[in-house]
């Protein structure tokens, strides 16, 4: 699947992006089926790419994993609980 997520830094702060997972749950599970992580830094105002594998042209960091359609749902979860998610857990 050609899918890609994107993450921007709205903050002052450069950000470890090993703090935070991207926690996919397909078809309306409500347990993670995958968590990816993240890897690198992102600078005050730049984004992250996380990418299909066939998108890798396109990104900073590619994964094998799906991702997610229909009734699946993304998560991202920092240190602190739950930043965003796409979708209903």
């Known amino acids: ?3 890609a997520i994107e993450f921007f830094n709205g903050t002052d702060r450069t950000i470890g992006l090993s703090s935070y997972t991207p926690e996919v749950y397909f078809n309306g599970t ?3 089926n995958v968590d990816i992580t993240l ?3 992102l600078e005050p105002g730049q ?3 996380l990418a299909a594998t066939s998108l890798a ?3 900073q960091q ?3 994993v799906g991702f997610w359609n229909g009734d699946d749902a993304l998560v991202l979860r920092g240190a602190n609980g739950v930043v965003d998610s796409f979708g209903q857990v």
């Open 30 to 32: 409500t347990t993670a």
């Open 62 to 64: 590619t994964t094998g």
């Open 39 to 41: 890897t690198g830094s």
């Open 47 to 49: 984004t992250h790419v």
């Open 57 to 59: 042209a396109f990104a």
């Open 1 to 3: 699947m050609n899918k």
